[in-house]
């Protein structure tokens, strides 16, 4: 009940930086998320599973596609362990800053976040589209646009790596049944890690959520004495 329930909390603020994201595209005002990086360096990457309007409206494709498709696609873990680097790459390359002027125009997150008044008619169209194609691909792909391309996220990734708090999971009360790796919409493999310091993680904890046994996953500070773990759990005996 408690998993839920926070993920009925998450859902609401994500609803609410949604409504302020459109309400600034009107009222030619931008957020300001500054304040978060400093909330990665001890609590990991938030702003991108909780805050970011652009990666909940391909949440919320995804859950059409949950609808609509039989399955959704992933890129097998022996490539997305190379590709996840690319939305790293092209921020490098973004930061030359003759490309940065050609390409920032075309960056679907900004169009997403600024006032559609200061992109020419013909920008705006075709970062429209690039917009748009993403949550649609969505549908069928978890989160394309985070996974591969947002360099947006760079500053907040980056600084997730000294995180102290983090996901954590208890081997000895883990089956192995891999459901966390199949929810993961960053395509992370959470089954294969005790603690998570993958830059890929957006703490969006549905891997905690839909985890089947109470505490083989939980969220809390990697520092401190290590805890008792509890007995083994088998599949037979993680069902009451």
Not at 5 to 13: D, E
Not at 100 to 121: A, H, N, Q, R, T
Not at 171 to 183: A, M, W
Request: glycine fraction near 6%.
């Amino acid at each position: 009940m408690m998993k839920k329930k926070f993920q009925l909390m998450r859902g609401a603020v994500q609803s609410v930086f949604m409504l302020m994201a459109f309400a600034g595209l009107y009222f030619g005002f931008r957020m300001n998320f500054k304040y978060v990086m400093f909330l990665s360096l001890i609590a990991g990457n938030f702003f991108c599973g909780w805050i970011c309007p652009y990666g909940t409206l391909q949440e919320i494709f995804g859950k059409i596609g949950d609808k609509v498709f039989k399955r959704k696609y992933k890129m097998p873990y022996g490539v997305q362990k190379y590709l996840q680097f690319t939305r790293y790459i092209i921020y490098i390359v973004l930061m030359i800053e003759v490309v940065k002027e050609v390409f920032s125009p075309y960056d679907s997150y900004k169009v997403f976040i600024m006032s559609v008044g200061k992109l020419s008619e013909v920008s705006f169209t075709t970062a429209f589209i690039i917009m748009i194609s993403f949550p649609l691909v969505s549908m069928v792909f978890e989160r394309p646009f985070c996974n591969y391309f947002c360099t947006e996220s760079f500053g907040y990734t980056a600084r997730s790596i000294t995180r102290i708090f983090t996901i954590k999971r208890n081997e000895k009360k883990c089956i192995n049944c891999r459901i966390c790796d199949r929810v993961c919409p960053m395509n992370i493999e959470v089954s294969a890690t005790k603690k998570m310091r993958s830059l890929q993680c957006i703490n969006c904890f549905k891997c905690i959520g839909k985890c089947p046994v109470n505490g083989a996953l939980d969220y809390g500070s990697i520092l401190g004495r290590k805890r008792s773990e509890g007995p083994v759990v088998t599949p037979q005996n993680s069902v009451e």
